[in-house]
């Protein structure tokens, strides 16, 4: 019988793991939009070898699944020597997948400054990085804030995915307690209620800041 009451007693390990799920969906976030905003000057770049490794780059990470991307990651590069840990290979393959949708974003934000601005801020004695970091990209996040925030979400859900190298995020504990308890039903309903409180959060906070940048 369906009793949805039986997850309180384990409401700890849930919420630790619904704490993971957004710590490591935070610190990729930011991760990615660094990696997304190098991504796009490099595309912009006048380099041929810059701009092909860059789109290389994000033809491979939006062209594949976060699950391969993933266990490349965590299950080949110890083959190479390489060991990384299941959170820090949570972190880079999230950061890279975000990134390279990032990038992409960031790239159609820029598009709609106006011709000339860029010079306009060489001619006022901003050198190139202070015009993109202190002009340009502020024009740009606040242009592209909805889609940010969209991809923000996206990476709160796909961070399910996770969960297959081991890191007890809140997908994680779900599994544990549902094959333990055998009830996978109540433990993967309030799993998905958790997450969906998290993404209506971000949401919410998403609208609040556009609202607050349309009047600045």
């Given at each position: ?158 961070s399910s995915l996770i969960s297959t190298i081991a890191v007890t995020e809140l997908m994680r504990v779900a599994q544990q ?40």
């Amino acid at each position: 019988m369906f009793d949805l009451t039986i997850v309180w007693d384990y409401r700890n390990a849930l919420l630790q793991g619904l704490w993971t799920t957004f710590w490591i969906s935070l610190v990729a976030i930011g991760c990615g939009f660094i990696i997304g905003a190098i991504t796009y000057l490099a595309r912009s770049s006048t380099n041929r070898l810059l701009r092909a490794i860059s789109t290389f780059y994000v033809s491979a990470f939006r062209g594949t699944p976060l699950l391969i991307q993933l266990s490349i990651i965590f299950f080949f590069l110890p083959l190479a020597g390489i060991i990384v840990p299941p959170i820090t290979a949570a972190i880079l393959a999230l950061a890279f997948n975000s990134g390279a949708i990032q990038s992409e974003i960031l790239r159609g934000g820029f598009s709609t400054l106006p011709k000339g601005q860029r010079e306009a801020a060489w001619v006022n004695g901003f050198s190139k990085a202070q015009s993109f970091i202190h002009i340009e990209l502020p024009q740009v996040i606040k242009v592209t804030l909805p889609a940010l925030v969209s991809e923000i979400i996206d990476i709160i859900k796909n961070s399910s995915l996770i969960s297959t190298i081991a890191v007890t995020e809140l997908m994680r504990v779900a599994q544990q307690y549902s094959s333990t308890t055998y009830r996978p039903l109540e433990f993967f309903i309030a799993a998905g209620i958790l997450y969906l409180l998290l993404t209506m959060s971000v949401s919410e906070l998403g609208r609040y800041l556009e609202k607050r940048l349309r009047h600045e």
